[in-house]
């Protein structure tokens, strides 16, 4: 049955957003908090075209207690030639988990294309500088391979001792990956102290990528452009989530 979009679905369709409907063709629970759900496209990967692109994202609806609920989800291996891709769910309580958990092969989910866009750093970084957790491990997951051979300095927020199997694509040849246990400002507090060193001496040729929760996000996107003097261009933030 189609989820009913309620204002949102409105004004998107007013903002020309494009809507799909995805086929479930398979689910794997990657750790128990972590779960991979398969999906034919619907021809969104066509019609995406050369507008692909690394870190991009679709406003998927479901729906729980009588109300439309949109939530926003990174394409995850999209093969446009196969027209397929996957969704990776960071699980807890709410009507997208719970929707992942049940999802089994023939479901179907609805979902509109609006809003998602990625600016390649321009001039190209000498090394990234990505910050995430398990919501945006997708994301994160898109950028290194955007930038294969490019090194990376990852600090990367963990909340379950089952997160050390989360589908993080390092390679110790050129990433550095510093895992921070969630506890309060753990996270914001290493990026403080380790990142300054990374930076350097010339602050426009750093580029940070950051997705976390949101009161995290705002805090080290304030510490990058004031404290550190980056350019705008060369911070791309996002608050993921909202911590309850």
Sequence with gaps: MAVVKGWEGVVLKLLRGKDFTFTVTGAEDVTEHYRRVYFTDGGLLAAAGESLHPTMWVRVWFEGAGKPHQRAYTLVDPDPE????????????????AWARAARPGDTVEATVQGTGFA?????????????????LPAVN??????????????????????????LREHADRHDIRRVARAGTALADRVRAELPELVGSDPAAAYVWLACDTATTRTLTAYLRKELALPKQRVNALGYWRAA
């Design 120 to 136: 390649a750093p321009d001039p190209a970084p000498e090394r990234l500088l990505v910050i995430g957790d398990a919501a945006s």
């Design 142 to 167: 898109s950028l290194l391979d955007a930038y294969p051979q490019t090194p990376a300095t990852v600090w990367f927020e963990t909340q379950h001792d089952s997160d050390a199997g989360l589908p």
């Design 82 to 97: 196969a027209g397929t891709f996957c969704f990776e769910f960071a699980l807890h309580d709410g009507v997208a988990s």
